[in-house]
T-cell receptor
Framework: DAKTTQPNSMESNEEEPVHLPCNHS???????IHWYRQLPSQGPEYVIH???SNVNNRMASLAIAEDRKSSTLILHRATLRDAAVYYC??????????????FGQGTILTVHP | GAGVSQSPSNKVTEKGKDVELRCDPI?????LYWYRQALGQGPEFLTY????????KSGLPSDRFSAERTGGSVSTLTIQRTQQEDSAVYLC???????????FGPGTRLTVL
């Protein structure tokens, strides 16, 4: 199964951009890259997903490397509410036919005021 | 609109007792997932339904765990003869189909004394 590797933790200041990296060197051509985040004492929350092209939505941007072996979640202006654990997930890796989410340890993002 | 709801929010039980955890998915969502999250860890997949059919129960840790989804809507996760190692937050998620993003409920915190 394709796995993802993320840094254990990152820090940012409020209103600054944050770049959260994820390595997925064994990704296959049909594996989508999904990002979820989990705020303290809440269930996980979908952030964004992509396959090959960079993606933008109201929450964040996803930059995918040309060889697709890595990706970066970009929060353009971090707020205190963005402090959470961020998970990079390949839901359909290994030929799974549905979105079974395998959460790793994720990256703990701390945002300083 | 209403999100995924779970009840109870907290459950304290004695070792050896049976417990039932309930999940109300978003109306119209075909797919429903159960995960559990130990303290300091990422969520771990337990089982998954499309409509009322249980498609994958490979993540259930033992035969003390079972789940059903009556009528393709509400789902119940039952743990028989609870053990202390069952203590965790149990998360439910639903998605429009199994290829769409998952929406998570707030979880049920289970404590087995």
């Amino acid at each position: 199964d394709a796995k993802t590797t993320q840094p254990n933790s990152m820090e940012s200041n409020e209103e600054e951009p944050v770049h959260l990296p994820c390595n997925h060197s064994t990704i296959s051509g049909t594996d989508y890259i999904h990002w979820y985040r989990q705020l303290p004492s809440q269930g996980p929350e979908y952030v964004i997903h992509g396959l090959t092209s960079n993606v933008n939505n109201r929450m964040a941007s996803l930059a995918i490397a040309e060889d697709r072996k890595s990706s970066t979640l970009i929060l353009h202006r971090a707020t205190l509410r963005d402090a959470a654990v961020y998970y990079c997930i390949l839901p359909y890796a290994g030929g799974t036919s549905y979105g079974k989410l395998t959460f790793g340890q994720g990256t703990i993002l701390t945002v300083h005021p | 609109g209403a999100g995924v709801s779970q009840s109870p929010s907290n459950k304290v039980t004695e070792k050896g007792k049976d417990v039932e955890l309930r999940c109300d998915p978003i109306s119209g969502h075909v797919s429903l997932y159960w995960y559990r999250q130990a303290l300091g860890q990422g969520p771990e997949f337990l089982t998954y339904f499309n409509y009322e059919a249980q498609q994958d129960k490979s993540g259930l840790p033992s035969d003390r765990f079972s789940a059903e989804r009556t009528g393709g809507s509400v789902s119940t996760l039952t743990i028989q003869r609870t053990q202390q190692e069952d203590s965790a937050v149990y998360l439910c998620a639903s998605s429009l189909t199994d290829y769409n993003e998952q929406f998570f409920g707030p979880g049920t915190r289970l404590t087995v004394l």
